[in-house]
C-alpha cells in the first residue's frame, strides 16, 4: 500500500539475514522485480476480495496522464491468492482516550523512526504486549522522554532490562485511568490494572 515496500521494517531496528530490514526489503522487491512473470504494484492496496478469487485493486498514480484521475482501479482475478494482511495495532480503550494527543504506539513510533518527528518531547506508552516496547525504543532514540504502563503482571525480564538500560521506565501491572488536558495531553493518571 505504500510506495516504499517494508512496513514497518523502514523505521523499526530490526534485522533480517543480517541485513537491516528496510534493505532486506528492498532487495526483496528488486528479486521479485527481476522476475519474468510478477508484477509489483506498489502504491497498490487490495479493496476487495471477491468470489473466485477475483481481487480488486486501488492504485495511487503519482503522475497521471493528462486527463486521468489519480486513481486506477485494477480488477485482478487470481489462479491463486495469499492473504497476507501483516499485523494492524488496535487501540486499548481508557477514558478520555479521544484526546488530542492519544495516538497508537505504532503511529507515534512512525513519526519519530520514519519521518524524524516527534508527537511530544514526554511519551507514556500504554502496552499490553511485547511489540509496545519496540516503538517505545524507537520514539526514544528519536529524542523523546519515554515511559511505558504495561498492564500485565508479568513482563519479560530481558524487556524490562532492555528499557532500563535505555532510561525507559517501565510499570508494569498498571493502567491508564484517563488523560489530563482538554486541547492536548497535559497528564496521565496511572493505577493498578
Excluded at 496522464?65 to 492473504?83: I, Q
Excluded at 528519536?142 to 504495561?150: C, E, F, L, S
Excluded at 493502567?175 to 493498578?192: F, N, Q
Amino acid at each position: 500500500q505504500e510506495a516504499l515496500p517494508g512496513g514497518q521494517l523502514l523505521w523499526r531496528d530490526e534485522a533480517i539475514e543480517g541485513q537491516a530490514g528496510h534493505a532486506w526489503a528492498k532487495a526483496a522487491v528488486e528479486r521479485l522485480q527481476a522476475l519474468p512473470n510478477v508484477t509489483v504494484k506498489l502504491s497498490t492496496q487490495a479493496a476487495a476480495y471477491y468470489d473466485h478469487n477475483m481481487v480488486a485493486l486501488t492504485e495511487r498514480l503519482e503522475a497521471p496522464a493528462d486527463g486521468w484521475g489519480p486513481e486506477r482501479l485494477w480488477l485482478l482475478r487470481a489462479g491463486r491468492v495469499v492473504l497476507a494482511t501483516g499485523a494492524l495495532e488496535r487501540p486499548i480503550a481508557f477514558p478520555d482516550n479521544d484526546r488530542p494527543g492519544v495516538m497508537l504506539a505504532a503511529a507515534a513510533a512512525t513519526y519519530g523512526g520514519r519521518w524524524g518527528l516527534l508527537p511530544g518531547s514526554r511519551i507514556v506508552l500504554l502496552t499490553n504486549n511485547d511489540d509496545g516496547y519496540a516503538s517505545a525504543h524507537v520514539l526514544h532514540r528519536a529524542g523523546a522522554q519515554v515511559g511505558i504502563v504495561d498492564v500485565r503482571g508479568q513482563v519479560d525480564g530481558a524487556l524490562i532490562q532492555a528499557a532500563a538500560t535505555a532510561g525507559i521506565e517501565v510499570l508494569p501491572g498498571r493502567a491508564l485511568l484517563g488523560v489530563e488536558g482538554t486541547g492536548a495531553v497535559h497528564g496521565v493518571r496511572i493505577g493498578p490494572a
